[in-house]
């Protein structure tokens, strides 16, 4: 039995050493009325050595939350589901208008601009990051 508490205590420790290495930041969501779909954007820093691979997101402020990435195609706008994305080592992803986004469903609650809702990234390796992301008008471009 000490042996099953002490390969759990590690790899627990390896999993919040993971986390340690990511960075989550400018994260932002746009405040849409409450029947319509909202985005989100955020960047992720990889300070490791290792690539690491992004599985899942979501929050409390939205029943459904989903990666997809929006691409052009010979000149056709297409935005499609992704299971999972890959953070490079010692690399940065960018979730942002025109690549990669969040797709939020089912809101709670409008959104007010200028609070902040909570976004939990999940990670293969089972290992979680929490970000803090500001409510923005859906006018809002960027940062």
Request: glycine share 10%.
């Amino acid at each position: 039995m000490k042996k099953i508490a002490v390969l759990a205590g590690a790899l627990a420790c390896a999993s919040i050493a993971q986390a340690a290495t990511l960075e989550g930041r400018d994260c932002w969501i746009r405040a849409m009325p409450p029947n319509l779909p909202s985005s989100g954007y955020f960047a992720i820093a990889n300070n490791g050595d290792k690539p690491v691979t992004l599985t899942g997101v979501q929050t409390p402020a939205f029943g459904m939350a989903m990666m997809h990435k929006s691409e052009n195609k010979g000149g056709t706008a297409t935005m499609s589901p992704v299971d999972s994305v890959d953070v490079p080592a010692h690399g940065t992803l960018s979730f942002a208008p025109k690549g990669y986004h969040l797709m939020l469903e089912e809101p709670g609650k409008p959104l007010k601009v200028g609070s902040t809702v909570p976004l939990t990234l999940s990670f293969a390796d089972k290992s979680t990051l929490e970000v803090s992301c500001a409510v923005k008008s859906a006018a809002a471009t960027g940062h």
